[in-house]
């Protein structure tokens, strides 16, 4: 019998519509053969079952399950593919550990932690690994541009500490620049994080590991034709993603080893992409650490996924089906 997958996207935050192009990507990656596979939208307190463009169905809450003609459907695995929250911050994960139903990504701890990234970089600063200087304002917290200017330095970046796809960032380049930007990194939500510029080459590289296997995959270099890696570089088909990254192989290999211990000091699950900043003399800094990437026809991961000789549909399949292996 075949086993009902849930493709799980939407969210409460800007990157909605990031989410939904996922979940696209993802349905057109899953095996059909193997699986029956359905879209589910969880948009604040609508759960919802996307049976077709007209067709919504109720997702009953209690045990995430939908009813249609009168027959019950329920899930065997949920892929979360939410940017944001509830699904990237250990809210969904901790629903769905309580429901009994299996996952695609990491558990709750390791999706908090990586959520929050003044958090998730500061615990991981204490393994060794190189982020940039940084600070975080909450809520009701003000903070001088003098201040600013004086701990972190021109040019910063200001941007929400728990949001992703860019939303709300900016480079600041000077002192007018810093009240301004605060308060569009707080429109986003209740945290924001002041850090340090770091010149150098961005890269990203993707990873994930089941139970038979460990697979790092090949380093993403990214040329932004904007002042930095933004939305519209993101989104909008302004930037060159270059895989693999014309990096030496000695470097390749260093950023691969260390995503691999940063995935496992984290206690990741499923498909991560961690993003790096490489400096003067070949210093790898940690950027961000992504556990629900984007899963477009374009990402980052199925760009990887291909270069490294893999099938996408396999490696969904590998995702799934570890979560039934003893």
């Not at 990194?185 to 770091?198: D, K, Q, S, T, Y």
Request: net charge negative.
């Amino acid at each position: 019998m075949k086993k009902n997958i849930a493709i799980v996207a939407g969210g409460d935050s800007s990157e909605v519509v990031v989410s939904l192009k996922s979940a696209a990507g993802l349905y057109s990656f899953m095996d059909k053969e193997r699986y029956n596979v359905f879209i589910v939208t969880i948009v604040g307190k609508v759960w919802q079952l996307e049976w077709s463009d007209t067709e919504k169905i109720v997702i009953d809450k209690n045990d995430f399950s939908f009813t249609r003609e009168g027959v019950r459907t329920t899930f065997d695995f949920a892929y979360i593919t939410i940017h944001g929250t509830p699904g990237e911050n250990g809210i969904l994960q901790g629903y769905f550990e309580l429901s009994g139903i299996p996952y695609s990504c990491c558990g709750v701890l390791a999706a908090a932690i990586t959520f929050n990234k003044f958090a998730c970089n500061t615990y991981l600063k204490s393994f060794g690994i190189k982020v940039a200087e940084s600070m975080v304002l909450r809520a009701g917290q003000i903070i001088s541009a003098e201040e600013v200017a004086e701990k972190i330095g021109f040019p910063c970046f200001i941007k929400p500490n728990v949001g992703g796809s860019s939303f709300g960032v900016t480079k600041v380049k000077s002192i007018d620049q810093v009240q301004p930007s605060i308060a569009k990194a707080f429109e986003e939500g209740e945290e924001v994080m002041i850090e340090a510029f770091l010149s150098g080459t961005e890269i990203t590289c993707g990873i994930y590991k089941t139970k038979k296997k460990s697979q790092v995959l090949p380093v993403t270099e990214v040329v932004s034709e904007n002042e930095f890696f933004d939305y519209d570089a993101k989104y909008k088909g302004q930037v060159k993603e270059i895989t693999p990254a014309r990096l030496s192989d000695s470097l390749t290999g260093r950023v691969q080893q260390l995503t691999s211990a940063i995935y496992d000091i984290l206690g990741c699950k499923g498909i991560v992409r961690i993003d790096y900043i490489i400096s003067e003399g070949e210093v790898i800094n940690l950027l961000e650490v992504n556990t629900t990437p984007g899963m477009t026809a374009t990402s980052f991961i199925p760009q990887q996924i291909a270069a490294a000789g893999l099938k996408i549909k396999d490696v969904m399949t590998e995702i799934i089906e570890n979560e039934f292996i003893g």
